[in-house]
């Protein structure tokens, strides 16, 4: 697959497996209100979606605009290893990740008014939004390196075989 599709498609997987994460963390306690029921309280707030789609339409919504950023994340992905070729994908996922953190949470979201900024949010929150991001960077990095890969498409273990 080319580089760049592979990015995107790696995106879009972490994308739904950092949902899943933050759902399944925010159900069983170890996670605080994550960052996804701020972005749907914010959309809430800026469209009064919650009375027009619900609580579950607006969650979707929330949804698809996660997914559509991770593919556009995702897609800086292979310039940034052209940049850093000696870098493990899990280094560079993890610096990535640590860097959409930084701007799109310490910077974008507060000015936004979709977080309240992350000494305001406290250690913990904090925390947990920065392991979503080095999460989502990694798995976008390890997908794309693997789908990219010459080989991969005839590889048995190649991602989406058998489906």
């Known amino acids: 697959m080319q580089r760049q599709a592979a990015a995107m498609v790696g995106g879009i997987i972490a994308g739904v497996v950092t949902s899943a994460v933050m759902f ?29 789609i619900g609580d579950t339409g607006t969650s979707i919504a929330e949804f698809a605009n996660h997914l559509g950023a991770s593919a556009a994340f995702g897609a800086a ?4 290893e052209d940049m850093a070729p000696s870098l493990s994908p899990v280094t560079l996922g993890a610096l990535y990740g640590t860097a959409l953190y930084a701007v799109n949470i310490g910077a974008i979201a507060p000015v936004l008014g979709i977080t309240q900024g992350e000494f305001a949010a406290g250690p913990r929150k904090a925390g947990e939004r920065w392991f979503i991001h080095v999460l989502q960077g990694v798995l976008t990095a390890v997908i ?11 590889d048995e273990t190649a991602i989406g075989d058998g489906i």
């Open 77 to 80: 992905l292979p310039k940034l």
């Open 24 to 52: 399944a963390g925010r159900k069983s306690g170890v996670m605080t209100k994550t960052l996804d029921r701020d972005a749907v309280d914010w959309i809430d707030e800026k469209t009064g979606s919650r009375a027009v």
């Open 144 to 154: 794309a390196r693997r789908l990219a890969s010459p080989g991969a498409d005839d």
